[in-house]
């Protein structure tokens, strides 16, 4: 249970961050990026921001932070406040890029910086991570569990630390049925009945699998190393019951944070699929593929004829502003709470869940009513798109479809003699891929969890809302209408901000 005393308006939340000292890592993903926007707007008086980013030096560092951040479309509002000038400056004041990487040991930082940094920060985000489900083990692990580890040796090492906020997924918890508490985990749990998680023996399992990988003869090495890690973290993943790499690392970084962090203050924070913007800065603006718009990506190219989804089924999603507010919400609410450990559901499935159906039929009407052009100025035809509701129907589907043409043609470049050896080769490739892809994400399309959010809605109920602009951190999911939401909003920003 969660107890958040007092109450809290957005005056006193945006208050909390003035002259405060933030470092945050993994603030060229999405949602890093929606922060740091989100405290530079409400709150100009904020000390200064600290982005650990993976470069080379300071100069690449800056460069990077400045093309894939504060250049983005994100920053339209400050832009228009500050003007251009205004705007760089202001942002030289306040933002510091620094060259490092979770992966190592003390960030990859060195002594000086480090010590510099130690004296200063008041507040730690972890936004980094490796976010691919088939991902390779060794990476993952460096990224998902052991950057957590180095990230806490060092908040421990802050003077004046007031709280670590750990960003995690909710889908961490599994592929279970029915209601999914916020729970963190205990150490050496797993999903799977009679199997113990020991993270120390995973990290000693690649080390050993490696070796044996590279003793092999034979082969380019690289890709033998490369395919063998991803295959391994599958296995592992499976064996103590996750469906993929990257819920399996994040679910083990929420274990070893649990077990380091001591007195620090730590908040846990499990967004579901992170869509995009409802409200501000920029209304749909959004970064990278979801998995559930590969359905309008398709509807747009009209390039799928079916897809993997129950339209009946809740698709638990929730726009990345409010994710952004969440965690700025939690911040304050549990600054200096000396040992706690918080955890947070940032979803959706619960208190107002979204069919698939929803954004199939906002997508149907979307492109019904704005059908797409072709090169030439014709308009492509708007197809129906046919759903699978179980993976064994999908895997008949594409025997009958795929499999057995294949077989056919198997056969008769065998009889003459090769002629269609390129042909067969590439499209088995192709047909072995997609049914990767479905073993992959099969679980993740058709989850039939729903996450509980208790603590999330107390820490809701403490926000007062007296003005306006207490509507600033608003992160109650109740309040997206998901109809308005997809048709208006998020379609037309995944067509402008990833189909460029």
Request: aromatic fraction near 10%; hydrophobic fraction near 40%; proline fraction near 4%.
């Amino acid at each position: 249970m969660v107890m958040v005393d007092g109450s809290l308006d957005a005056e006193k939340i945006a208050g909390y961050f003035k002259g405060k000292t933030i470092l945050i890592t993994g603030a060229t993903g999405f949602l890093g990026k929606i922060l740091v926007e989100k405290i530079l707007r409400v709150q100009p008086d904020v000390r200064r921001i600290y982005l650990l980013v993976r470069a080379m030096d300071a100069h690449s560092a800056k460069q990077r932070v400045e093309a894939e951040v504060t250049d983005t479309e994100l920053f339209c509002l400050l832009k228009e406040k500050h003007g251009k000038g205004g705007f760089e400056l202001f942002v030289e004041e306040k933002v510091v890029p620094l060259a490092g990487d979770v992966i190592f040991e003390n960030m990859g930082l060195d002594a000086p910086r480090l010590e510099e940094l130690a004296k200063e920060v008041d507040i730690i985000v972890n936004g980094a991570a490796t976010t691919n489900f088939y991902e390779r083990y060794d990476v993952a692990l460096d990224v998902n569990v052991m950057g957590v580890k180095y990230l806490c040796q060092f908040a421990k090492k802050c003077a004046n630390l007031k709280m670590l906020l750990h960003v995690s997924t909710a889908f961490a918890a599994g592929d279970r049925e029915g209601l999914i508490m916020e729970r963190p985990f205990k150490k050496g749990e797993t999903l799977r009945e009679g199997t113990y998680l020991d993270i120390d023996a995973e990290l000693r399992l690649v080390g050993d699998v490696k070796k044996e990988l590279e003793r092999q003869d034979g082969g380019d090495k690289t890709k033998r190393e490369r395919k063998g890690m991803k295959e391994l973290g599958l296995e592992r993943s499976r064996h103590f019951g996750w469906s993929n790499t990257y819920v399996f690392t994040k679910a083990m970084g929420e274990m070893l944070l649990g077990q380091l962090h001591g007195a620090i203050p730590v908040v846990i924070l499990r967004p579901s699929i992170i869509t995009s913007i409802l409200r501000d800065p920029l209304p749909g603006w959004m970064q990278g593929t979801r998995t559930i718009d590969t359905i309008i990506i398709g509807y747009a190219k009209q390039n799928l004829s079916c897809f993997l989804a129950d339209l009946d089924l809740t698709m638990d999603v929730i726009p990345g502003d409010m994710v952004a507010n969440a965690m700025m919400v939690a911040m304050v609410a549990h600054s200096e709470e000396q040992g706690a450990e918080v955890m947070y559901h940032a979803t959706s499935s619960l208190r107002n869940p979204a069919p698939y159906g929803v954004l199939y039929e906002s997508g149907r009407r979307h492109f019904y009513e704005n059908p797409r052009l072709s090169k030439d100025g014709q308009v492509i035809p708007t197809k129906e798109m046919h759903f699978f509701k179980t993976i064994a129907s999908f895997h008949l589907y594409m025997l009958i479809k795929y499999k057995l043409p294949l077989e056919i043609l198997h056969l008769v470049n065998l009889l003459l003699c090769g002629l269609f050896s390129q042909l067969y080769d590439d499209l088995t490739r192709k047909y072995k891929f997609v049914m990767h892809l479905v073993d992959v994400y099969g679980p993740f399309a058709l989850f039939k969890g729903c996450f509980d959010d208790i603590n999330l809605e107390r820490l809701r109920l403490t926000m007062t809302k007296t003005s306006p602009e207490d509507d600033m951190f608003n992160f109650d999911p109740k309040t997206v209408d998901w109809n308005d939401y997809f048709y208006k909003i998020h379609i037309p920003g995944v067509l402008k901000y990833v189909l460029k």
